[in-house]
């Protein structure tokens, strides 16, 4: 006869293996339906209810949050003091617990468990974070004493430059939108640059002055702009200052709540003498109130004199236009792919999708290898670049097929979509679908290839350590044709 032990044992062994299948399942990572990221404090090495405000929670909103959420910041309340952040506290809990998918709280979607882990300016929240958080919160959410509270951060008055004062700041014209309107798309003139040499730009950063009082309270960033996104490109200008030709360099998008963007050490984007930036595609849109607004760039360069070593841009990805969505279904999929002409260092992802977005991945197809880089929530409401740390970002041989997947949720779980029931393709509309990666990458010479390579290489233990983003690194030095295994 059977034991009872066995027999138990067994039952759970079964068990276990159904319920390990229905997990599988039961993540679908095309749904926009989060799965929730809870920890326990005691995996932690940490006493369940030790966590308090003043001790754990200050300084994580200090870190992560506060940027935002303060008077004057793009959230819609501040999290300053106990007082203001206690009301809030389960909902911080949920919005945090999300992660990365759309809703989550940071606004930083990289999928933590897979890829590669090394991006700049990372503010996102560790495990113990959340851990920490949900004790914090289960228990009542106490304050502990008020003596450790870290000194209180000073911000001045919300509208300094993230990067620090620039060296250059042009300014669009003045545009005006009607309380309620439809929305603007077109062109917006020329900004002479007033340049006289040829500069190389290390960082610039976008912002919008308008006359919004800062003190009103929106529910929606959107309630706080009327620029919902530019794209833009410069160029030099004409005899008559009527157009921009020549070598034409396209701009980093700009999207309410994106970051700015620094450019690499090596790769810096040349702005000519006499150069203007031609604001050819600006999309605005009408917030609830009559608003007059303009742009400002904050343009800093890289020294006088300085020329990049790394001047040719990588390929595009992505398909903006032979995207076929289906109404009211999660887990679809568009993929593309591209084959690299050239060895490719990618500097930064910037999935872009629309309304029924909810991830993008980046996969390298090297020979039979194939490499998830990353995977990233998508959450339409922010449009977010990813930008690699020099020594993670990824180094690939040309020939890798880079493959990038887009997953998209058109049901009601879709809290962004304003109405799943039609097919709907590609365009640039915010009801049609865009599939592509905003972000950007350098080509590499063979000597610059092998250097970067170099790099990487000093930086692993042996041979045993391997890094997702270099596929060659432990690959023997190509040698010269006629010199390889000649006698
Ligand atoms: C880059 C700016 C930014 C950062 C950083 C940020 N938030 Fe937010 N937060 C927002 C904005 C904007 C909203 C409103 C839009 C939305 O819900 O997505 C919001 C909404 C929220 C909400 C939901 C409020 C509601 O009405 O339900 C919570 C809770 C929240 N944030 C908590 C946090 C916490 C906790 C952190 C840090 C761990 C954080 N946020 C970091 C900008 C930010």
Redesign the pocket.
């Known amino acids: 006869m059977m034991s009872r032990h066995l027999l138990v044992a067994m039952l759970g062994a079964s068990l276990a293996l159904v319920s390990g299948v229905l997990q599988a399942q039961s993540y679908n990572a095309g749904s926009a339906v989060p799965k929730m990221h809870y920890y326990d404090i005691e995996d932690f090495g940490l006493d369940a209810g030790s966590t308090t405000y003043a001790d754990d929670i200050a300084p994580?909103?200090q870190r992560?949050?506060q940027?935002?959420?303060r008077p004057g910041g793009?959230?819609?309340?501040s999290?300053m003091s106990y007082d203001e952040v206690r009301p809030?506290a389960p909902?911080?809990q949920y919005?945090?617990a999300i992660r990365d998918r759309m809703?989550a709280?940071?606004?930083w979607f990289v999928e933590k468990n897979i890829g590669i882990n090394g991006f700049k300016n990372d503010?996102s929240?560790s495990d113990l974070d959340l851990a920490l958080i949900q004790d914090w919160v289960e228990h009542g959410a106490p304050r502990g004493n008020p003596d450790n509270e870290p000194t209180p951060l000073v911000f001045s008055d919300g509208s300094e430059w993230t990067l620090g004062e620039p060296d250059l700041i042009l300014r669009s014209q003045d545009v005006t939108r009607p309380a309620i309107g439809p929305d603007w798309w077109g062109d917006i003139g020329l900004v002479p640059t007033g340049l006289t040499e040829d500069r190389y730009v290390k960082s610039i950063e976008v912002r919008e002055i308008n006359d919004i009082p800062a003190d009103i309270g929106t529910s929606?960033?959107g309630g706080r702009y009327i620029f919902h996104h530019m794209t833009y490109r410069s160029g030099v200008l004409n005899e008559g200052g009527t157009a921009v030709s020549g070598d034409i360099t396209s701009w980093p998008i700009h999207e309410v709540?994106r970051n700015a963007d620094t450019f690499p050490e090596k790769a810096g984007r040349l702005l000519p003498a006499n150069s203007a930036l031609h604001l050819y595609a600006a999309h605005l849109h009408s917030n609830g109130r009559d608003t007059t607004g303009h742009l400002e760039f904050g343009i800093s360069f890289f020294p006088v004199g300085y020329a990049p070593e790394y001047s040719r841009r990588g390929p595009r990805t992505g398909n903006g236009v032979d995207v076929d969505i289906l109404p009211n279904r999660a887990n679809q999929e568009v993929h593309n792919y591209v084959v690299l002409q050239e060895h490719t260092k990618i500097i930064a992802f910037e999935p872009h999708l629309h309304a029924p977005g909810v991830r993008m991945c980046l996969e390298a197809i090297w020979g039979h290898n194939q490499f998830t880089l990353n995977c990233v929530g998508y959450d339409h409401?922010w449009v977010k670049q990813y930008i690699y740390e020099d020594d993670k970002a990824p180094l690939l041989p040309k020939g890798t097929i880079l493959h990038t997947i887009g997953f998209l949720d058109t049901t009601a779980g879709n809290p962004n979509l304003a109405d799943g029931r039609n097919w709907a393709g590609g365009g640039r509309r915010s009801v049609s679908n865009m599939f592509i990666d905003l972000g950007y990458s350098v080509s590499l010479t063979e000597e610059q290839f092998q250097a970067e390579m170099a790099i990487r290489r000093a930086n692993m233990k042996d041979r045993n350590e391997y890094d997702i983003g270099c596929p060659l690194c432990w690959a023997p030095e190509p040698v010269e044709p006629g010199i390889a295994g000649s006698d």
């Open positions: 994580i909103l992560s949050c940027q935002c959420h793009g959230g819609p309340m999290f809030w909902v911080i919005r945090t809703g709280m940071p606004p503010y929240l929606t960033v709540g409401n």
